[in-house]
């Protein structure tokens, strides 16, 4: 499995914004595509955002409460995926956790990842 570390988590106000890394230990490409989840206290992982790792065209998909506000990128040559996030809210707030997957095709679900970051914490007060 690849490792994965994430970091740029922080406290940050309402409206501000916050670049989230996540640094791989080996670029398999095997790992076809990078997700970022989010779990806040009492609640489920769930789904922020996608990028295909390699081979694509740059696919990206995002959960509609972050669309507009959070971009996903990456830089091959840094093994890195990034999550930048703007106009924040408190509803943001949580634990933001990388993952590869060795899915074919985009996924959402997190049993579908096979690696995990071990998160970074994001704090938006209001």
């Known amino acids: 499995q690849v490792q994965l570390v994430e970091s740029g988590g922080g406290l940050v106000q309402a409206g501000g914004s916050l670049r989230l890394s996540c640094v791989a230990s080996?670029?398999?490409?095997?790992?076809?595509?990078m997700g970022w989840f989010r779990q806040a206290p009492g609640k489920e992982r769930e789904f922020v955002a996608y990028t295909r790792w390699t081979g694509g065209s740059g696919d990206t998909y995002y959960a509609d409460s972050v669309k507009g506000r959070f971009t996903i990128s990456r830089d091959d040559a840094k093994i890195t995926v990034y999550l930048q996030m703007d106009s924040l809210r408190s509803e943001d707030t949580g634990g933001y956790y990388c993952?590869?997957?060795?899915?074919?095709?985009?996924?959402?679900?997190?049993?579908?990842?096979?690696?995990w970051g071990q998160g970074t914490q994001v704090t938006v007060s209001s």
């Open positions: 080996e670029h398999t490409f095997s790992n076809n595509g």
């Open positions: 993952a590869a997957t060795t899915a074919l095709i985009p996924t959402i679900t997190p049993a579908s990842y096979n690696s």
